[in-house]
């Protein structure tokens, strides 16, 4: 079935230590890929996208995401992680061209230990 | 630019009431808005999907008589929760597709209902 997959439910990181998210998608065609980032009861904020292109995304909030057409990978990544990255963050894709329905993986809880 | 406001941020409802969402797009049009349930630690399901001047789509098990969603002008959607019970007590968020920005999401509401 096709599906966005985030295979780690919690990750604990050390306060400026480097951090790896995972990502995988099941669709055939180059999907839209996003990253967004939940505070606790709050709304979602984009902090990065990839469309077309570099396949080597920045975004905000020192982020960067790869994508890896071979492995169906858009992992997101920061060399420096600071306690305030401490979130929920949600891989969502757009499985072909046009914005129809977001689809999500299930998150990843970020705690950053002192 | 491209920021969807929501309100209520919270309600709190007696059993047997209905509580009205609103979602407006500040600063531009949003033809189509998603409306999506997060439940506690868990990521986002879409509910439905409205559209500018025609009925909304809903996602397959959710009630269209329970929760009404309407989509009057270019910037304002709303989702109605119809004679509501314990078990709709939710965090439910909206979603417009913005071009620029890919998807902009409301801050939330959190519904309890008591």
């Known amino acids: 079935a096709q599906s966005v997959t985030q295979p780690d439910i919690h990750i604990t990181v050390s306060e400026g230590a480097s951090l790896e998210l995972r990502c995988n998608y099941s669709?055939?065609?180059?999907?839209?890929l996003f990253w967004y980032v939940q505070s606790p009861g709050q709304g979602l904020q984009l902090l990065l996208k990839?469309?077309?292109?570099?396949?080597l995304v920045q975004g905000i909030k020192g982020f960067e995401a790869e994508f890896k057409r071979s492995q169906s990978s858009f992992n997101l990544r920061k060399p420096s992680v600071h306690w305030s990255d401490a979130a929920e963050y949600f891989c969502?894709?757009?499985?072909?061209?046009?914005?129809?329905?977001?689809?999500f993986g299930t998150g990843t809880r970020l705690l950053v230990s002192p | 630019g491209a920021v969807v406001s929501q309100h209520p941020s919270w309600v709190i409802c007696k059993s047997g009431t209905s509580v009205k969402i609103e979602c407006r797009s500040l600063?531009?049009?949003?033809?189509?808005m998603f409306w999506y349930r997060q439940f506690p630690k868990q990521s986002l399901m879409l509910m439905a999907t409205?559209?500018?001047?025609?009925?909304?789509?809903?996602e397959q098990g959710v009630e269209k008589d329970k929760f009404l969603i309407n989509h009057a002008s270019l910037t304002l959607s709303t989702l109605t929760v119809t004679s509501a019970h314990p078990e709709d007590s939710s965090f439910y968020i909206c979603?417009?597709?913005?071009?620029?920005?890919?998807?902009?999401f409301g801050s939330g509401t959190r519904l309890t209902v008591v």
């Open positions: 979603s417009a597709p913005a071009v620029v920005y890919g998807y902009t």
């Open positions: 669709y055939g065609a180059t999907p839209y």
């Open positions: 990839y469309f077309s292109g570099d396949t």
């Open positions: 969502a894709v757009v499985p072909s061209p046009g914005f129809q329905k977001l689809v």
């Open positions: 600063d531009f049009q949003a033809t189509t």
């Open positions: 409205s559209n500018e001047g025609s009925k909304a789509t809903y």
